[in-house]
């Protein structure tokens, strides 16, 4: 079983920036394996992939709406993965979720996100 743990929401001004963790509960080991993804769901709309990394942290994918202001990265000694948020807008506002791609998929409980205009 892996859980993960969110952190590093908030409430923030447009134009200011905010980093999320997520930390897995897992071995190293099967944490270095997994794929990891963060994603968001707003009210009343679906939950979207944010980005996502590779095992390694050699391949990352981001939507185009938040290509190039948020950065996804990857400690694999802390099972650790961020995300960078910079130049935030209103419209980023969601909840934050992070996920591990294994044999099964987890998720994490979720981080606010509030960005005021």
């Known amino acids: 079983q892996v859980q993960l743990v969110e952190s590093g929401g908030g409430l923030v001004q447009a134009g200011g920036s905010l980093r999320l963790s997520c930390t897995a509960t897992a071995s190293r080991s099967t944490f270095r394996i997994s794929a990891m993804g963060w994603y968001r769901q707003a009210p009343g709309k679906q939950r979207e992939l944010v980005a996502s990394?590779?095992?390694?942290?050699?391949?990352?994918n981001y939507a185009d709406s938040v290509k190039g202001r948020f950065t996804i990265s990857r400690d694999n000694d802390k099972n650790t993965v961020y995300l960078q948020m910079n130049s935030l807008k209103p419209e980023d506002t969601a909840v934050y979720y992070c996920?591990?791609?294994?044999?099964?998929?987890?998720w994490g409980q979720g981080t606010q996100v509030t960005v005021s205009s």
């Open positions: 990394i590779s095992s390694s942290g050699g391949i990352t």
């Open positions: 996920k591990a791609d294994l044999s099964k998929t987890f």
